[in-house]
């Protein structure tokens, strides 16, 4: 396992394109090219680069916006949504999206991203994992075609012309990323303003089952002590079991595996969480899990049930991050998307939906990533060791051979 093999990321975007259906709006625009994932036979060390890119972002943004409450993040979401967005753009606003992203050479992006789709993409009942990408664009404009035909080849997106006036099209969009999700993500959009002209969508869905799940009858009610003194009451699932465990004078950390190729990376601080947040950054907490920390340790788990949804708006902090051109209505260039005449393309928008369910099975998770484009004009059985998360914790659900983390999150009690 790479450096980062045990940092859970993952509130990924939804499905492989799944071509036209009869309520969708117009056709979609077609391709001369379809999707034809790269298999990963190795993990090369400009491949885990980029995974660690993706992670570090989705990290950084998620200590940004996280404000004492319980977070969900998907980084592979948000990075797929970028490195789409990187291609729409031209000159030093493509530049900047690559420096924020992180890849230390822009060429490699579409193949590492393309590998990573067909890699991630499972439909087996006990580890599903599904990428979906998608472009709407207003049926006033034209998408030019070598951007539809690298969406197409690279990223599997459906990409629709549609009626940005008509509220039916607020309906379609939602629909699309529901289907994708599982049912977990709805009314991902309220209405879409008159300046829209184009989104560029993401969808992680992920359904894992426990390799070691809990008993249900050994769920019950128990203190659950929050970071200001105060204390609640969670529904605590517990099972005695080896995992993959490491510790030092800071954290505890442990690896709960589901079922196939990924595992929930659970950090729970000796301290305080925001103790833990503020000295622990990304590539330290990736250390704490390299193949010579973690070993096969009894522990006795307790691990909170937990149901809760989020919603990340982004654009601040990724201005703060240093994301600057995309978002800037005059000097933004994505003439690589499409032509508008009098009128500037520009970032007006980019959040990100994600909600988890963790129970005694397993967990089941979604995040929806909308880029929204607008235009300046128009749009021998040992004791077990204690391992006991009844205080917040921060928590990675990640791919085990690439280490991409499909999500991240901070549980701070109910």
């Not at 203190?223 to 030092?248: K, R, W």
Request: hydrophobic share 40%; glycine share 6%; net charge negative.
């Amino acid at each position: 396992m790479k450096p980062f093999k045990g940092f859970l990321s993952i509130i990924i975007c939804l499905a492989m394109l799944s071509g036209c259906t009869a309520n969708q709006p117009n056709a979609p625009i077609g391709s001369n090219v379809s999707f034809a994932g790269t298999r990963i036979e190795n993990v090369s060390s400009t491949f885990q680069d980029s995974v660690h890119a993706s992670n570090r972002l989705g990290y950084n943004l998620l200590i940004n916006i996280q404000e004492g409450a319980n977070t969900l993040f998907s980084p592979v979401s948000l990075s797929m949504a970028l490195a789409m967005a990187y291609n729409a753009a031209s000159g030093e606003t493509a530049e900047n999206i690559a420096d924020i992203m992180g890849d230390t050479d822009p060429t490699l992006i579409n193949p590492h991203y393309n590998a990573l789709i067909a890699h991630l993409n499972r439909t087996n009942d006990e580890d599903k994992i599904q990428i979906g990408n998608s472009f709407w664009i207003s049926d006033t404009l034209v998408a030019k075609q070598p951007y539809v035909d690298i969406l197409s080849k690279d990223f599997g997106a459906e990409i629709h012309s549609a009626d940005f006036g008509d509220q039916k099209t607020v309906s379609l969009i939602n629909a699309w990323v529901e289907e994708q999700t599982n049912g977990l993500l709805k009314d991902t959009l309220k209405e879409i303003d008159p300046l829209t002209l184009a989104y560029l969508m993401n969808t992680v869905y992920f359904k894992g089952k426990w390799v070691n799940a809990f008993e249900e009858t050994a769920t019950v009610s128990m203190p659950f002590y929050l970071e200001e003194g105060a204390t609640d009451y969670v529904s605590m699932m517990m099972q005695t079991t080896s995992f993959q465990y490491h510790a030092n004078n800071d954290v505890q950390v442990a690896a709960l595996p589901y079922k196939n190729q990924t595992r929930m990376v659970i950090y729970l601080p000796k301290g305080s969480l925001s103790d833990f947040i503020e000295n622990y950054d990304y590539d330290k907490m990736a250390e704490l899990t390299s193949d010579d920390q973690m070993k096969h340790t009894r522990l006795a788990l307790s691990l909170p049930k937990f149901e809760y949804s989020v919603s990340n708006p982004l654009k601040k902090p990724l201005i703060e991050m240093g994301m600057i051109l995309p978002f800037d209505e005059v000097h933004a260039d994505f003439s690589n998307m499409v032509d508008t005449q009098n009128a500037n393309v520009f970032i007006g928008d980019i959040f990100q939906n994600a909600r988890i369910i963790n129970d005694e099975a397993g967990t089941e998770a979604a995040a929806v990533t909308v880029i929204k484009f607008e235009t300046t004009s128009m749009p021998i059985i040992d004791d077990p060791i204690e391992f006991n998360c009844n205080k917040p914790f921060f928590y990675v659900i990640e791919d085990v051979t690439t280490g991409a983390a499909l999500f991240m999150g901070t549980y701070w009690g109910q």
